[in-house]
């Protein structure tokens, strides 16, 4: 390495910016597990988490990338080439990815939610749609581009058909609607706005719409892990090596920042709280 990677100031760059990515990965697998009818602003917080989070990590990567093909940085003219649209940073990993022909224990999960999650997180963070969705619905005309109906109809809705629909888990939900409505419905007032602007008036209906909550929740934290996981495993591939005693000092060990989302399945569908 010739020097200390602490006497770099592109070490401290890198140590910075994927420290903030991976908090704001965090921030919103945290906030993503939280999100329910009752409280609409924690899919904000999530899908702006989310959505920052995967596009400064693909950046970083695309940097590793230039840094070992040009043995410099990009300019800030270079990188703003890049742009912000998700769907084409995590095109350019993929490129990266095949170029390097890198060995992965959890490869691109090239699927249909994943296209879907991608595209939802590309529309909120879109400033002609869904970032400023809020502001414009406050300005007095109601935004077309809400991005929790969006995200509701095109990640949920799949996520409750493959594992919610027609199970045994909807079934006990239906059942459990019925008992509390039969309990307490007389004497409860609900009054809520869910995910797709429909109202909840009823016990039964807030209480049916908490089980898919859940399944929401778990398996859209999932679907969003799986990018984050395979783009971090493309991160310590690359810097990993490159960062030993004759490689890029300002790579040495950022890789164990990211290492937290390297994780089974399991893990990145259960584990309510990120870090692990």
């Known amino acids: 390495m010739g020097r200390d990677p602490w006497d770099y100031p592109e070490w401290h760059g890198f140590k910075r910016e994927t420290s903030l990515a ?39 990567i695309w940097v590793v990338d230039f840094r070992a093909t040009n043995v410099r940085s990009p300019t800030d003219a270079e990188l703003r080439k890049l742009g912000h649209k998700l769907p084409e940073i995590v095109n350019a990993v993929r490129a990266i990815d095949q170029k390097y022909s890198l060995d992965l224990r959890y490869p691109y999960p090239d699927d249909d939610m994943t296209s879907a999650v991608l595209d939802a997180l590309a529309m909120f963070a879109d400033a002609s749609r869904g970032r400023y969705a809020n502001f414009e619905t406050i300005s ?29 888990r909807e079934v006990r939900a239906m059942r459990d609607a019925a008992i509390v409505e039969a309990l307490i419905g007389e004497h409860s007032i609900v009054w809520h706005q869910d995910e797709t602007g ?18 929401a929740q778990k398996y859209g934290r999932l679907y969003t892990l ?51």
């Open 140 to 168: 007095g005309a109601t935004s077309p581009h809400d991005p929790v109906t969006y995200w509701w109809a095109n990640v949920v809705e799949p996520i409750l058909n493959k594992h919610f629909r027609g199970t045994a």
């Open 198 to 215: 429909d109202t909840i008036s009823d016990v039964a209906h807030g209480s049916y719409r908490s089980s898919e909550n859940e399944l």
């Open 22 to 60: 991976t908090g704001l990965v965090c921030a919103g697998a945290n906030s993503l597990g939280r999100a329910t009818y009752a409280d609409l602003g924690g899919y904000y917080v999530a899908l702006f988490g989310l959505a920052n989070g995967i596009e400064r990590l693909g950046k970083l």
């Open 226 to 276: 799986k990018i984050v996981r395979w783009m971090s495993e493309v991160y310590t591939n690359l810097t990993k090596p490159m960062s030993g005693p004759d490689g890029d000092p300002a790579l040495f060990g950022h890789y164990e920042i990211v290492s937290t989302f390297v994780a089974p399945d399991q893990y990145l569908r259960d584990r309510k709280r990120w870090p692990l």
